[in-house]
């Protein structure tokens, strides 16, 4: 059995097949999801699915960085008070993205640091949205130490001394996704050295899809390829990689 544990079945690109996507997915091993949010925009949708499928579709509540906005301080106060609302698996996906835009990092710092905290006093783990802004990563974990917080590094891409480094400064899992099955992934030599113990799975669907489908839809059915890669990668069985991870998925989210 596999857990997806970043996924968003919510999302518009699931409308029109959703029964589908689900009976791939559970034929796939695929035992439960967990659903990050974005913002206040997808909040309904994520509920809906989530209480559609109770016991397999996980929530989570956070702010992305890339929905930090000049309303910023609104759609934090709006995580603020809904996370009393129900039993959520997770403060996220939240974190830094320097990618698409560089106008709001400070904004996109205080929120990420004011969402660990929030976390850290409901004892939730944070699922992390990293992208081209690894150095002020490292600012926020210093403006954070004294925070007792667990996290996973969601999409991770980094090199195995990243990896390493991070370990030293935080209680932190890796999420594995498609991008570890590309051609030339550098990822790929980084799971080799990387303990199953520190790996969680995830497709990020809808999006990066693992080869063979890639270009398509991702959906999470897809997970098990990212299992049987790792399991080649690290030259162990598929069924090794499948317990471990979804063990860890168990302990991490408290599922």
């Known amino acids: 059995m596999l857990i997806d544990t970043h996924c968003h079945l919510y999302d518009e690109a699931f409308r029109d097949d959703f029964e589908a996507v689900l009976t791939r997915a559970r034929e796939a091993g695929i035992e439960a999801c967990v659903m990050p949010g974005i913002d206040r925009?997808?909040?309904?949708a994520l509920l809906a699915v989530a209480d559609a499928l109770p016991g397999f579709a996980y929530p989570c509540?956070?702010?992305h960085p890339t929905s930090v906005g000049e309303d910023w301080q609104e759609e934090l106060d709006f995580v603020r008070k809904h996370l009393a609302d129900r039993p959520w698996r997770a403060?996220?996906?939240?974190?830094?993205?320097?990618?698409w835009s560089k106008e709001f990092v400070e904004d996109q710092i205080r929120v990420l640091e004011e969402q660990v905290v929030l976390a850290a006093e409901a004892d939730l783990p944070v699922i992390i949205h990293l992208r081209e802004a690894t150095d002020d990563f490292f600012r926020v974990l210093e403006d954070l130490r004294g925070v007792s917080f667990r996290g996973v590094l969601h999409a991770y891409t980094g090199s195995?001394?990243?990896y390493r480094r991070l370990l030293t400064?935080?209680?932190?899992?890796?999420?594995?996704g498609g991008v570890v099955t590309y051609k030339n992934a550098g990822i790929a030599s980084a799971v080799e050295k990387m303990?199953?113990?520190d790996i969680l799975l995830e497709t990020?669907?809808?999006w990066l899809t693992p080869v063979p489908f890639r270009g398509k839809r991702n959906e999470p059915a897809h997970v098990r390829l990212v299992a049987e890669k790792i399991a080649q990668i690290k030259q162990v069985p598929l069924e090794e990689v499948a317990a471990a991870t979804t063990s860890n998925a168990r302990a991490f989210f408290k599922l």
């Open 204 to 206: 990020d669907c809808p």
């Open 195 to 197: 303990s199953l113990q």
């Open 91 to 99: 403060v996220g996906e939240i974190g830094l993205d320097e990618y």
């Open 61 to 63: 509540i956070g702010l």
């Open 41 to 44: 925009s997808c909040h309904d």
């Open 160 to 162: 195995y001394e990243l």
């Open 169 to 176: 400064l935080g209680d932190f899992h890796f999420g594995i």
